[in-house]
T-cell receptor, first 112, second 115 residues
Framework: QKEVEQNSGPLSVPEGAIASLNCTYS??????FFWYRQYSGKSPELIMS????GDKEDGRFTAQLNKASQYVSLLIRDSQPSDSATYLC????????????FGGGTRVLVKP | DADVTQTPRNRITKTGKRIMLECSQT?????MYWYRQDPGLGLRLIYY???????NKGEISDGYSVSRQAQAKFSLSLESAIPNQTALYFC??????????????FGPGTRLTVL
């Protein structure tokens, strides 16, 4: 079992719709959770971080964390073609020196 | 702007050659990391350094070595390059945030091809 799992996609959403991305992790001691956006051939860009159960909103992005169920999700509201990218989920474990473990990423395609 | 830079951005080399990838940062962060990214395998940690005197192996360190010349500089070397080291290489930095050393910021990447 991979430590951090994501559906590879592609997740196809119409422009203006909500894109919903999910990520599950295996280590119950995980403490910090991140979403990165990566355009093709470019470097990952941090877009959201979440540390506590519940929702965290930043602009059109909402991260949701449920530690009991070991999943973290990302919602993109009013999706735009510029949101077309691969979204990487990353998890940090303090006992492992806060190193990040990345999922394989979900590719999102927003169609005009 | 405080930034993370990598040189070279693209490199083509031959099997058996020694190659060095360099990373510099002006963010003032103390932790630096080297990752490689392969299609379908995601980002994998090669080496990381918590400060100049603290260097640690990641999950795929075989065939690689690193040097932390200063707080702002972290180099990755391939002593004898082989074709399966063809990948996109990223440097990243982090510093203590509200929840500890968590948020990492990535350089633009180096695309390495070993023939």
């Amino acid at each position: 079992q991979k430590e951090v799992e994501q559906n590879s996609g592609p997740l196809s959403v119409p422009e203006g719709a909500i894109a919903s991305l999910n990520c599950t992790y295996s280590d119950r001691g995980s403490q910090s959770f991140f979403w990165y956006r990566q355009y093709s051939g470019k470097s990952p860009e941090l877009i959201m971080s979440i540390y506590s159960n519940g929702d965290k909103e930043d602009g059109r992005f909402t991260a949701q964390l449920n530690k009991a169920s070991q999943y973290v999700s990302l919602l993109i509201r009013d999706s735009q073609p510029s949101d077309s990218a691969t979204y990487l989920c990353a998890v940090s474990l303090k006992a492992a020196g806060n190193k990040l473990t990345f999922g394989g990423g979900t590719r999102v395609l927003v169609k005009p | 702007d405080a930034d993370v830079t990598q040189t070279p951005r693209n490199r083509i080399t031959k099997t058996g050659k020694r190659i060095m990838l360099e990373c510099s940062q002006t963010k003032g962060h103390d932790r630096m990391y080297w990752y490689r990214q392969d299609p379908g395998l995601g980002l994998r940690l090669i080496y990381y350094s918590f400060d100049v005197k603290d260097i640690n192996k990641g999950e795929i360190s075989d065939g690689y070595s690193v040097s932390r010349q200063a707080q702002a500089k972290f180099s990755l070397s391939l002593e004898s390059a082989i074709p399966n080291q063809t990948a996109l290489y990223f440097c990243a930095t982090s510093s203590r945030g509200a929840k500890g050393y968590n948020e990492q910021f990535f350089g633009p990447g180096t695309r390495l091809t070993v023939l």
